[in-house]
Structures are given as C-alpha cells and as structure tokens.
C-alpha cells in the first residue's frame, strides 16, 4: 500500500535555480515540511527560519490529496503535455516543498518513470534521497542533520550562521552553488555571495532567476 500524496501546488515553468536554471518543468510542490511549521508565529524559533515559500495544505493551483502514485504520475505528464510540443526534450518533474522526502517513495518514482518523466528533487538533506531519482539538489539548513552527503549538486543559501560553505566542500556533489538569501537583505546576501564564489572558485553563483523574470 502506498500512502496518500498531500500536494501544495504543480505548475509548468523553467528551473530557476542551480545547473538546470532554464530548463522546462513541471513542480510539483508537496505540502508539509520538518524544518518549519510554514506557520508565520513559528518562524523565529524554526531551525529554517528564511523560507520563502508556502507549503501548507493542498490549496494551491493543481493541488490536491493523491490517492495513488499513478494517479499523480498521470496529473503530472499531463501538465507537461498540455504545454511542450511532442516529442521535444525530456519530460521534466522537479519534487519539491516543502520537504519532498518526507512524502516521495519508491512507488511514486516508479510511476512518473513510468509516465515517461525525469525526477528531479529539491531536498533539504535531512532525509536519506531513496533510490532512482535523476537530479538531486541538497540545500542544507542551519545546523540540522545532513543525511544525504551526495547528489549532484549542493545548494547553500547564503549566509547562513550555522551552515557555512567550509562545512560541505568536500562532499559527493558535482556542483557547489552559493545562492543568496532572499527577504530585507537580498543585496547584501548577494554582494556577500559574490564575493565568496570570487575567492573560491569551487563555489558558482546561483540567482533565483524566476524571481528576476517574474515567472513562478
Ligand atoms: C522552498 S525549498 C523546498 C525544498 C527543500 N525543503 C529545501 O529546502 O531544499 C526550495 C529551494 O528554495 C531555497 N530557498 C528557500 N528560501 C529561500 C530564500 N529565502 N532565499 C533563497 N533561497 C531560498 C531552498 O534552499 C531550496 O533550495
Ligand atoms: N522557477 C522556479 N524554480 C525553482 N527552483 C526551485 C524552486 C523551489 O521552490 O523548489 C523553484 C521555484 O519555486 N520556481
Ligand atoms: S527546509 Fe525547505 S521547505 Fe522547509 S522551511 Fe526550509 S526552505 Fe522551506
Ligand atoms: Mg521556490
């Protein structure tokens, strides 16, 4: 038995971020995270207290509850189908969240192979990335547990107190991406970002590059 999918939100759009920044997708937003209640009151004393995102309940554009994995690996190719042309490139669904492994099980990633998409993850690193995904984005969070210490590219909202970049260089990813952290001090988060990504080239920059174009 698989469990029931508890879906935010799942719209078409391009990656923003990170080494696939430009590519067609679908998101596919789950509800609910480990770090944040995603409650307003909350924030301040949550161990991810910069989230720029709402992942509570299922209200949301294209959201909803799933009662099975094929049902939603249907839902989602077919947001991909009504706005690709056939044929063109390789159907893309990025999981996202809130925290996407909290919910993304085996049978779930069956399906959407089998709907014929590439699975993309958007994960926080507190929960072990469970076989046969195609993309793994890591994006570590103060000083939580990281758990999944390999992938293909992590992602580090900078600055963080309790997550510097020193931390996570030597780890099993094939991209390093510094990506600045949104809300009052964007500018000088960026300019911060800059210059570390200028003194250790190791690390690239990555700009939340939907946000500048408007597109969600
Ligand atoms: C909303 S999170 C959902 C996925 C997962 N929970 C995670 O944290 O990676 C998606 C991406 O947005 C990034 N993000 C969240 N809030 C941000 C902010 N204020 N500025 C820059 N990036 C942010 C996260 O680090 C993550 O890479
Ligand atoms: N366009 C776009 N790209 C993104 N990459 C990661 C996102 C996320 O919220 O996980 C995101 C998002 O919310 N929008
Ligand atoms: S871990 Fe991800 S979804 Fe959860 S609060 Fe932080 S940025 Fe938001
Ligand atoms: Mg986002």
Known sequence: MSRIYSVKEM??????????????AVFLRFAGC???????????????????????????????????PA????????????????????????????????????PLIEA?????????????GTVAAPA???????????????VQTSGDELKLVYFQEKAQPERFAALGFSHFFLQPMDGPQISRHTAAAIDYCR??????????THKLTGIP
């Not at 770090?35 to 209200?59: K, N, Y």
């Not at 706005?83 to 909290?102: F, Q, W």
């Not at 959407?112 to 926080?124: K, M």
């Open 132 to 146: 046969g995904l195609d993309w793994i984005c890591v994006s570590p969070k103060a000083d939580s547990p990281l």
């Open 11 to 24: 719209y078409f759009t391009l990656q923003g971020e990170g080494a696939q920044t430009g590519r067609a």
């Open 112 to 124: 959407l192979h089998a709907a014929g998409l590439q699975i993309g993850v958007e994960t926080n």
């Open 199 to 208: 003194r250790h080239p190791q690390w690239r920059l990555s700009l939340q």
């Open 71 to 106: 049902v939603l690996a249907e839902t989602v190719r077919r947001a991909w189908d009504v706005e690709a042309a056939p044929g063109e490139g390789i159907p893309y669904v990025i999981c996202t969240g809130g925290e996407p492994l909290l919910q993304l099980d085996a």
């Open 34 to 68: 480990n770090l944040w209640t995603g409650r307003e009151q909350d924030r301040g004393h949550a161990v991810c207290d910069f989230c720029d995102t709402d992942f509570v309940g299922t209200d949301g554009p294209g959201g909803g509850k799933f009662e099975t």
